[in-house]
């Protein structure tokens, strides 16, 4: 335990502010092998050290009274390097700065104050339940972890929509991620979107008023450079 937290030190993190956040992040559903990553140990801080540089400056808006914190929209037109992984750094981040300051106020952590959507997945699962010849019991199993998503993407304080535009969309399901979308633009809820669709070509998977709304007062951060993948420690 003591040194999956090893990132925590320098935080001077008690025992149970360590095991508050370790379920913080289970519940967001970051995937088992991002877990208790940071900005500071993201593999990919070395080959973006641009885009880095101003990710530690938008860091210290998660602790800020009062701050409105902006949306982000990481992309790439290649595969591995590093959206993802600088994603859920900063997820991990919002985690971590949250929880130290409901205990430095000595209120309870939020249950949920970020959540990792997987779009893909997400589409995945749509599929499934809307496919006629799926069993009854699949279909249902998949509709109510769909909803489930959608509800705590929704309702997180933070969230990370990860590969958004993978796949072409039905009218259908584009319209539950606009909802989705909409809801966290409109309750200013920050979002950290990735994709490997520039911003000017979004509206060609999504609609031009779901795209519109993705990049309402979203920064565009474009991650250059080819595959990184294979090369975490």
Known sequence: MA???????DRSATDSLRVVIEAR????????????????TSPAKDTQRQIYKLLAKYRTTFSASGHEIKSLYLYSSAPGTGKTTTAIALLNEFI?????????????????????VDVNE???LFNKF????????????????????LAKGTCASFALLDDVGVRTATEAF????HTLINERVTTKKPTVYTSNIAPEQLSQVFDGRLADRIMDQCLPLHFEGGSQRGMRK
């Open 130 to 149: 809307n496919r006629p010849r799926v069993p009854e019991r699949e279909a249902s199993k998949a509709a109510s972890k769909y909803y489930t998503i």
């Open 25 to 40: 992040e289970k519940l967001a559903e970051v995937p088992a092998d991002y877990r208790f990553l940071t900005l500071n």
């Open 96 to 116: 971590i700065a949250r929880v130290i300051n409901s205990f430095k106020q000595s209120e309870r952590p939020s249950s949920l104050p970020a959540y990792f």
């Open 122 to 124: 997400l589409q995945t």
């Open 174 to 177: 584009r319209s539950d991620i």
């Open 3 to 9: 040194e999956t937290f090893k990132f925590l030190e």
